[in-house]
């Protein structure tokens, strides 16, 4: 791997968030990144031949919140949140009947809770016993066939997501952010949920990193927790300060 990394002098990082960079917690709103992590992500954001995205499920006001590290950029709902980013009225439209469906039909059981988005709808079944979470998937697939195909369902760790058709997914989202760098930029995915998968697979010429163990994965490389994407990162900016630090002295 470190030869894959050694092997150019642009690099486009792409991290998810929680199971990646923080460990995943019963109550997100819990979740901070450690000092150790901080630093790391701030030597590389200064780097000049790398990029360093934070591309998460959580809204982008909740992740400026939790991270403000100068020169690490920020996207929210998969990818697709950017400052001033906003829905067609008729997607809103859609969503808000999606949301009264929900209400509606989605019975009160132990461990489901609906979370608006405000542009997603999510259903999250952590801790519900498994007929519970059975049940609740069943309303989110029926959910996904009525209001197809304006929304569509997206699966994550415990989680259903509606979304509307314009949050296309983190593999079009990095997709989109690949076509405007140069064309020898190595881009590195590191993810550890279902929702990751569409970005792992886009990334035929790129690094695609698994966070966690036992799962099916079309990552190439994997890595246990986030502990072990800590030090991934570090060496990662190692090698980058070493290849820039030679580039400046061969000058
Ligand atoms: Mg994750």
């Known amino acids: 791997m470190v030869r894959r990394l050694q092997a150019t002098n642009r690099w486009l990082l792409l991290l998810d968030f929680d199971g990646t960079l923080v460990p995943v917690n019963d109550d997100p709103d819990e979740v901070s990144l450690d000092p150790l992590a901080r630093r790391v992500l701030r030597r590389l954001a200064r780097h000049r031949g790398s990029d360093v995205y934070i591309m998460s499920g959580r ?12 020169g690490v950029r920020l996207l929210g709902l998969h990818g697709w949140e950017r400052p001033g980013a906003t829905l067609p009225p008729d997607q809103k439209r859609l969503l808000r009947q999606a949301k009264h469906w929900l209400a509606r039909w ?3 059981l132990p461990g489901i809770e609906v979370e608006d988005k405000g542009y997603a709808l999510a259903v999250h079944y952590r801790g519900a016993p498994l007929p519970v979470a059975r049940v609740a998937g069943l309303v989110m697939l029926i959910a996904r066939d009525l209001f197809r195909p304006g929304l569509h369902l ?6 259903w997501e509606l979304l509307p058709r314009a949050i296309v997914g983190k593999g079009l989202a990095t997709q989109g952010l690949l076509q405007g760098l140069p064309a020898d930029t190595l881009p590195i995915f590191v993810g550890d949920d279902t929702s990751d998968e569409s970005a792992f697979a886009i990334l035929q010429h790129g690094l695609a990193v698994h966070v966690g163990t036992n799962a099916k994965t079309k990552a190439t490389f994997c890595l246990r927790d986030p502990g072990e994407v800590r030090e991934f990162l570090e060496r990662l900016e190692a090698v980058i300060s070493c290849k820039e630090s030679s580039a400046h002295s061969n000058s």
């Open 59 to 70: 809204r982008l006001a909740d992740l400026r919140r939790r991270v403000k590290i100068p």
């Open 106 to 108: 989605l019975p009160a």
């Open 154 to 159: 997206l699966k994550g760790k415990q989680i």
